[in-house]
């Protein structure tokens, strides 16, 4: 099965999933990272690293996080092409990570490859911001 992994700034990565949690149940292999005020760059980076490795297997790795160019996506993407057990792990990855698209990951993970499952959370994303007034025509 295709682990999911979040990792974002403080507390995000938990309330997506306490989220997803509350509107379809619990999930197995969706593991969250955090980035805390205390940690350093190297702290953090060991502690993607570590998790990596533990969540990698054949299906791969969707990993989501919060915001493109912060701690979190560096260290993320620092990580995503090291080789574990000498090879190059199958991992994914997505910024700007969001309750639809995660809701999609894992309704659909278990019938799509990595890279198609990548590609259908990128969709959702579009799909997902809406103009509330022009969606429901409140005028005003």
């Known amino acids: 099965m295709i682990e999911i992994l979040i990792v974002t700034h403080a507390n995000m990565a ?3 999933l306490s ?3 509350l509107i379809t149940g619990p999930k197995t292999h969706f593991t969250t990272i955090g980035l805390k ?3 350093t760059f190297e702290t953090f980076y060991n502690e993607v690293n570590g998790t990596l490795a533990k969540l990698v297997n054949d299906d791969g790795v969707m990993v989501f996080v919060d915001l493109f160019g912060g701690t979190p996506c560096n260290v993320t993407a620092a990580n ?3 080789e574990i057990d000498g090879k190059k792990p199958n991992v994914e990855c997505i910024t700007g990570v969001n309750l639809p698209m995660v809701i999609e990951a ?3 993970r278990e019938f799509m490859t990595l890279s198609e499952l990548k590609e259908h959370c990128m969709s959702v994303v579009v799909d997902s911001v809406k103009d509330v007034k022009k969606e429901f025509n409140l005028v005003g």
Request: no cysteine.
């Open 19 to 21: 989220s997803v949690e």
């Open 106 to 108: 894992v309704s659909m």
């Open 80 to 82: 995503i092409n090291r």
């Open 14 to 16: 938990a309330g997506i």
């Open 37 to 39: 005020a205390e940690d």
